[in-house]
């Protein structure tokens, strides 16, 4: 029965987007009160760190040159092994050189696992489908991320386990998993043969421009919110964690009647909602001064962070099947660009006023906002826009 399920290729999917949180969503958890209490980072340490992190997603879209070399799911094998590993060594290197090391190496095995469960969801589901697949999807690594958060919980507060090896432990879980991927799944063919070089279209634009403002957004909350509610706020590694099941739970329930929101409501009335909440959570971010508000804030900014799907439902319906591949690493490396620099200077910034940091992500909210009414009520290829030619 087992084999048989492991032939499908949104079972697949499944398992791909459980073994990615099994290790990032330990390095998120534990990140934060390890860098401060372990290596005594301030805000200029982890926005390099951070920046360090996104380097990797950066340069995502050399997938497509990988893929001269071998298939999707060999690729997807060899990232999760750097994720887990990469991960799993983590807690033995506490210094700011260590830190800066480990995150690279994890980082390149999350960014390349991610690029590459976006290009294989693209090409495995059809359109009809795929907002309640990728909602479905959400709601596995959530739940994979609410058990880790869990038992991380568990292993801090009844244990007192040390920072290395919670680390080494979900790290070597994502490795297991990856080799059950590898040696059992069969390969899986998409829609087409899949470009091996870059591909940037001219008639995608509004889709590169969304996803380029899309990473700064979500840059600004990944570092500094979470950091907010420990240096400002004083939260624990137990208070964080729950914070994090908090939202594990939510998304598990959410994320599959998001998928299907998308589908009866459509991309444009979906960004719209989105974008227009994330720019009033960021400005209360900016004037936040209790911690309950704040974590109230934060649980919010993730729930929105579901109606991401909407955005890759309309590449879906946009892009040329053969396209998916090479779009998923191109549009992974466009989200990063802000990425790769905001954390580094918005380090600095925090330093003089942790508030504008705040504001700033709330007018890139706004302009996202803005673009977005530009999606067509019913897009598809020929109907990028409203100003396109059916």
Not at 116 to 127: A, D, G, T
Not at 241 to 267: D, H, K, M
């Amino acid at each position: 029965m087992l084999k048989q399920h492991l032939q499908k290729p949104e079972v697949f999917l499944y398992l791909f987007a459980a073994a990615v949180p099994l290790s990032f969503a330990t390095w998120q958890a534990l990140i934060n009160n390890f860098a401060i209490e372990q290596a005594s980072f301030t805000g200029v340490e982890i926005g390099i760190l951070q920046s360090l992190r996104e380097v990797p997603g950066f340069l995502a879209f050399g997938v497509v040159f990988l893929l001269v070399m071998m298939r999707e799911q060999t690729i997807a094998f060899v990232s999760l092994l750097a994720l887990g590993i990469g991960t799993a060594i983590t807690g033995m290197l506490p210094s700011v050189l260590g830190l800066y090391c480990t995150t690279v190496l994890m980082s390149v095995g999350f960014h390349y696992a991610e690029t590459i469960s976006q290009s294989l969801s693209l090409q495995l589901v059809n359109y009809q489908r795929l907002p309640l697949v990728l909602g479905r999807q959400l709601a596995v690594g959530s739940f994979t991320g609410l058990t880790v958060f869990a038992v991380i919980y568990l292993l801090v507060e009844w244990l007192a386990l040390d920072y290395l090896w919670i680390y080494l432990l979900f790290g070597c879980f994502t490795v297991v998993l990856a080799c059950v991927m590898y040696f059992a799944c069969p390969h899986f063919k998409g829609e087409a043969e899949q470009h091996k070089t870059m591909v940037l279209r001219k008639r995608y634009w509004l889709y590169y421009l969304l996803t380029f403002l899309s990473g700064a957004r979500r840059q600004i909350f990944v570092v500094f919110a979470g950091f907010l509610m420990v240096e400002k706020f004083g939260f624990t590694v137990s208070q964080m964690t729950l914070l994090f099941l908090v939202n594990g739970v939510l998304t598990i329930y959410l994320a599959p009647r998001i998928g299907r929101l998308v589908s009866y409501w459509g991309e444009k009335r979906t960004l719209t909602l989105e974008y227009g909440g994330l720019v009033v959570i960021f400005t209360a971010y900016a004037f936040a001064e209790s911690a309950w508000f704040a974590a109230s804030l934060y649980i919010l900014d993730h729930v929105f962070f579901a109606m991401a799907i909407a955005l890759k439902s309309y590449l879906k319906k946009i892009a040329d099947p053969a396209d998916m591949a090479a779009t998923a690493g191109v549009s992974f490396s466009i989200n990063h660009i802000a990425a790769v620099l905001l954390p580094f200077f918005l380090g600095l910034l925090w330093v003089v006023s942790p508030p504008l940091v705040f504001i700033i992500g709330a007018v890139i909210a706004l302009a996202s906002l803005l673009l977005s009414q530009l999606v067509p009520g019913a897009p598809e290829r020929g109907m990028e826009t409203v100003f396109s030619n059916a």
